[in-house]
Structure formats: C-alpha cells, structure tokens
C-alpha cells in the first residue's frame, strides 16, 4: 500500500480542522484508530497490563497491535524489557503523530455529536474514595435523570491512583481533595465542605458541640495515610497548632476509618459529608472544628488538550453547580 500525505479539512458550521498527516489510507479506518490509541496508551502508561485494561482487551491483543504497527512502519517502535520500556525514535514519532489523529478523529465525532443534539456514551470517572462515595452520587443521580443513555462508570481508587488514571487515560475525570496543578492537567474546583472530628458516642468529647485543635493533645487519632492530600493537610493542621497526638491506625480510606472510631480505637478528623449515616444511626459523634482552615477543597481534573464529549462537558458544566 502507499503512502502519501494527506490533508485532511473538515468543516462542519464555523469549524474547521486541518491535519496534515504522511501515513497512509490504512490508519484512517476504524480499527487503525483503534490500534494508534492502544499504541499511545501504552506509550503514555508504559505498561501492557495497564494498557490492556483500559482497552478492554487481553495483554496479548496489545502486543499484536503494536506488532502490527511495526510491521506496517517496518520499524521497532517499542524497546521491550523486563526493566525498562522506552519507546525507540521511529515510535516517538508515531506516538506523536498518533496523538494529533486521534485528538482530530475524537473532536470530529464530538462536533458531529455537538450538532445532532446527541448526549450518549460513556463517562469514565475515578476518585476518591470519600467523595466517590459522599459527594459524587447526587449529581450522577441528577445527570442520569436528565441524560439517561449515558453510561457513567466510577471507580473508587487512591489518591495517586486518580491522577495515575487521568494521565494514563484510564478515566475521564478525576475526582480529587486539594486538587494539585500539573502541567498536563485542567482542575476544575467544585467546592470545599467542613472538616470535623469524629469519636464514640461514649467518648469525653462526645458532649461537646465544637472543640479547638488543641483539645485534641495527647489522644489517640485514627488517621489518614500522611501521603494522601487529606492525611498531609490534616498533619499540617496539627503541627500549625503545635498539637500532638497519638497515631493510633493509619488507612487510606474514610469507611475503615470511621470503622475503627466505631470500635473506639481513637477520635478522628474526617470531611462531613462522610459521616451523614453515621450520625443518623448513633454510632459516631460528631463535633465542629472551631478553627479557620479547617475546609477541605475537592475538584475536577482531567487531562490538558482532551477532547470532551458534548456528555463530558455536560457532567462537568453540572459539578460547578451547587446542588
């Protein structure tokens, strides 16, 4: 087959797109789009495993992808090794490239979607695990209610993980607490909610209505993993008041948190909207915080330059909104 340079000129109303492209007739066609985006994602997460997940596809349909692209080139595009995995000068060149038609395949789609007033598809979300749990389900209610042929996926992860997922191109959107700026990333803020300790119904500090840090001294806390934005934020807190306790547990998620508080293996200091059931229920006390800074901010990332679906940016116009 040969290859020629292609220019490629869509105008659909006031939109124009041009890409200039020297591949051939070959990679334009549905399954070669397919195959370019699998080849990016494994040049982006640098893992077949990783890759094939995203894809819904075996390890060995990835490896068979990229096979096929080196034999099209008649070029090696990946250096594959146990240790290390780089992507040789002839696949820098392709993931390059691939980007653009991509991005130029996915904003031709969306467009058209734009134009015949079409909101479907799928959303895949990944976030935290407080706020996937606590904050997130009202406004999926809310969107699947006006837009019930969108498929909305969530999948609960670590904080890391999130940002891992968004520039891995695992998840659309990542749902965060003290969203962090990076170069290859938007954030979106959505809002912060009141930071507040949590304890036994039994416990001295049950009786209390607000409390300052420093009441806090020398109890046992049940905290959240000091590498985690809210276990960094909340240590912060305490040495800013000079308090110190006693780390008693450490996990990386609310629920076994407010589990542990349960059994009163210590007090706690966790967002308020985690622990609604809790305080229905009896069996967590909840006392205010009686300090400045003690809100916890929680936004929306995703990936610089991605191409968002008319149903993506309608979720997203809608997590600005106060419910």
Known sequence: MSRFGLV?????????RKVDFCLSVWLIKYMQIESLKIFCDLAETKSFTRTAEINGVTQSAVSQQISALERHFGARMVERSRKNFRLTAEGQVLYEFSK???QTYEGLHAKIQELRDIICGTIRISAIYSIGLHNLPPYIRRFMQAHPTVNVLVEYRGAHQVYSDVLGNAADFGL???????PQLEVVHVGKEPLVLICHPQ??????????????????????EGTSPTGAAIDRLLRARKVKV???M????????????EIDAGVAIVPLSTVTQELEKHTLAVVQLDEKGTERPWGVIYKRNKVLSPAMKSF????KKPL
């Open 8 to 16: 490629l000129e869509v105008r659909l109303g006031r939109w124009t």
């Open 100 to 102: 653009q038609i991509i």
């Open 176 to 182: 965060v607490a003290y969203p962090q700026r990076e």
């Open 203 to 224: 416990h001295p500090l049950a009786r209390r209505k607000q409390i300052k840090l420093k009441d806090m001294s020398g109890m046992k806390l049940v905290c959240f």
């Open 246 to 248: 006693e780390r008693a």
């Open 250 to 261: 450490e996990f990386d998620n609310v629920e076994t948190i407010k589990r542990a508080v």
């Open 316 to 319: 997203l116009e809608l997590l």
